[in-house]
């Protein structure tokens, strides 16, 4: 069984920043997809942002120019920097290996207006 934690979530105010990092406790990133989901209350997890294997890197529309996936093979980390905040951005994220299926315990974040 592989653990992902997330870290980096928190309280922000509209228009700030904050980056979430993902570990793994192996070396499953490499060459494999690997995206970031979010869930506010009383609504369904939704795609944020996914680098699929050997494919492009795609975002949400709604997060498309604010937020940037990235990863560190080396360190068995995958990034999700968040620029330029909204209210609605609100929501716990949780990090997703595309390739074998494994979900993080989720980070809230929280950005007030």
């Known amino acids: 069984q592989v653990h992902l934690v997330e870290s980096g979530g928190g309280l922000v105010q509209a228009g700030g920043s904050l980056r979430l990092s993902c570990v793994a406790s192996?070396?499953?990133?490499?060459?494999?997809?690997v995206g970031w989901y979010r869930q506010a209350p009383g609504k369904q997890r939704e795609l944020v942002a996914i680098?699929?294997?050997?494919?492009?890197?795609n975002y949400a529309d709604s997060v498309k120019g604010r937020f940037t996936i990235s990863r560190d093979n080396a360190k068995n980390t995958v990034y999700l920097q968040m620029n330029r905040l909204k209210p609605e951005d609100t929501a716990v994220y949780y990090c997703?290996?595309?390739?074998?299926?494994?979900w993080g315990q989720g980070t809230q974040v929280t950005v007030s207006s």
């Open positions: 997703h290996s595309e390739t074998f299926g494994y």
């Open positions: 192996a070396a499953i990133y490499t060459d494999n997809g």
């Open positions: 680098m699929p294997t050997g494919g492009k890197t």
